[in-house]
């Protein structure tokens, strides 16, 4: 037979155990980037961690050249391509003036020409469909107005904390519009995934939030964008 016991009750009040509040005062950096502000925005005990405290990953010692890598030599390529460039000069000689900036920042770059194999494959492969997409911008009025750029705006808003990034990328259009690019050498898939809640992305805001503080351009005359640099 099924016994049940007479077990003796008490009522005890609530006693919550609240989450420790991290507090670092005297850590907090004076410029804050694009990524950091994201690490706030997705869960403020990694900004707590990784800004605030600095802790991080140890990064492998590989002599293989990774993703990053990649991205900071196109980076260079592509600046050194518009760096003077005047428009309308024709298809063949933008050809040889891109081909012309690989080379030299392949001569500038610390790594060996067998390290950089893999990164001039994916470049040969990028050459035709940016300048196609390079001269269709053009004929629409756009324009290259420079690259590699740093930006540093402390709004008063947050009382003494500023902002700060670097620009891939600033585009000139019709009615003196402006538009920001940011280089993307990942994976097409995830950037799109990336973007399908614009509410969830934070660098394009970051940026025109950058540009918008220091005067470049009024907030409704700004337009920002990822340029996906992978063919896949």
């Known amino acids: 037979p099924e016994a049940l016991p007479a077990l003796p009750r008490r009522q005890m009040p609530l006693q919550p155990v609240r989450p420790p509040l991290p ?6 950096p004076e410029a804050l980037s694009a990524s950091a502000v994201e690490a706030l925005r997705a869960c403020p005990y990694r900004f707590y961690s990784r800004v605030l405290l600095g802790l991080g990953e140890a990064e492998e010692l590989e002599r293989e050249l990774a993703k990053r890598d990649y991205g900071n030599w196109l980076h ?18 933008d050809r040889g003036r ?4 690989a080379r030299e920042e392949q001569e500038a770059s610390p790594h060996s020409e067998a390290d950089l194999l893999p990164f001039l494959a994916s470049f040969e492969a990028l050459v035709e ?8 911008r053009e004929a629409a009025g756009w ?3 420079q690259g590699e750029i740093d930006r540093r705006v402390a709004p008063g ?20 519009v402006l538009q920001l690019f940011d280089y993307k050498t990942g994976s097409l898939q995830k950037l799109r995934t990336q973007v399908a809640d614009r509410s ?17 351009a009024p907030a409704a005359d700004i337009r920002a964008a990822y340029l996906a640099m992978a063919h896949r």
């Not at 507090?23 to 907090?28: E, G």
């Not at 469909?129 to 269709?136: F, I, K, R």
């Not at 934070?202 to 005067?215: I, K, P, S, V």
């Open 98 to 101: 891109l081909h012309q900036a």
């Open 76 to 93: 260079a390529v592509l600046w050194r391509f518009h760096e003077g460039r005047e428009p309308g000069q024709g298809l063949a000689a």
């Open 129 to 136: 469909p940016y300048l196609a997409w390079l001269h269709s």
């Open 157 to 176: 808003a947050l009382g003494g904390l500023a902002l700060r990034g670097r620009l891939d990328r600033l585009d000139r259009g019709p009615g003196e």
């Open 23 to 28: 507090l670092a005062p005297a850590r907090w």
């Open 200 to 216: 969830e992305d934070t660098q394009l805001a970051f940026y025109a939030a950058l540009l918008n503080e220091a005067g470049d």
């Open 143 to 145: 324009r290259w107005w």
